[in-house]
């Protein structure tokens, strides 16, 4: 493999296979020039980014940040796909190494970021906040310094925002606000408080993030075939129908959306599910 650019001591850009790639390993381009080989015994990741811009924005960020930044990075992503489950976003390589180096040296500097949404990301995404305090320990066994749980809650936006691969991070606080307004409609209606360790909880949460995410992208989706099993839902359920009800008026209002029947339908089950089974 021969070096196009070397962008400091440990990573290096490449041409495989008529392609542009970036290596990274401890000293691999260490006095190193374009058309040097490389040996792939000394390479410890490669990373193929689909877009010349995503490539070009890492290999800067590789070239200015320090490399055990970027393989600590790199734990928390794998350990992140791995208890998902799911393939994550490219740009999580960028985007999730840019804020542990950020994070770190903002706290060495005396300099704390309130998260203002912590309170709904721990509700809302728990199996990715659960991520982010793993982050933490990692972060502090490699560096010596204890990140605030503010921390974790922004390491867990920056997965669900690479889960949901579209949009970025202003979107997923969007998202999450609905998701909080949604949820105190709901609160309001039935005056029940639910049980966020309940698998109906979990799995109305994850309906409600798809369903805020296409409110948000202003997309939705019409089956006019379960229309006659709408018509026995609203029958069946009176107390959820009627909360969805208030749901879809306070989305039309403030975000101009219409909720199909469809999607009425199957929030109207959730909702049942939510209230009378958890």
């Known amino acids: 493999m021969k070096i196009e650019k070397a962008l400091n001591n440990n990573v290096a850009i490449i041409i495989d296979g008529g392609e542009e790639k970036i290596v990274m390993g401890k000293g691999i381009a260490f006095s190193k020039h374009k058309g040097d080989e490389i040996s792939p015994d000394a390479i410890d990741k490669t990373f193929v980014l689909s877009s010349p811009d995503s490539l070009n924005q890492f290999a800067q960020l590789l070239k200015d940040i320090p490399y ?17 489950g799911k393939k994550l976003d490219e740009k999580i390589n960028i985007d999730l190494t840019d804020h542990i180096y950020t994070a770190v040296k903002r706290l ?13 990301i721990q509700r809302f995404y728990q199996d990715e906040y659960t991520i982010g305090t793993y982050a933490l320990d990692v972060i502090e066994k490699k ?10 809650g922004f390491i867990a936006l920056h997965i669900v925002n690479a889960e949901l691969s579209e949009g970025n991070l202003e979107d997923i606080y969007a998202i999450t606000q609905i998701m909080q307004e949604i949820m105190n409609i709901i609160r309001r209606t039935f005056n029940k408080d639910f049980d966020q360790q309940n698998v109906y909880y979990y799995r109305f949460m994850t309906h409600l993030r798809f369903f805020a995410q296409r409110l948000i992208n202003k997309t939705t989706y019409q089956d006019e075939d379960d229309m ?50 958890s």
């Not at 060495?108 to 709904?120: E, F």
């Open 68 to 84: 055990e930044y970027v393989t600590l990075a790199q734990e928390i992503i794998a350990y992140a796909k791995t208890t998902l």
């Open 108 to 120: 060495k500097d005396g300099i704390v970021i309130k998260n203002a949404l912590l309170w709904d």
């Open 143 to 152: 560096f010596g310094v204890r990140l605030p749980d503010d921390e974790a």
């Open 228 to 277: 006659d099993l709408f018509e026995m839902i609203k029958k069946k359920y009176p107390s959820s129908y009627k909360c969805t009800e208030r749901i879809k008026e306070f989305v039309k209002n403030r975000y101009h959306y219409d909720i199909s029947g469809e999607e009425e339908m199957y929030l109207t089950i959730h909702i049942e599910r939510l209230v009378y089974k």
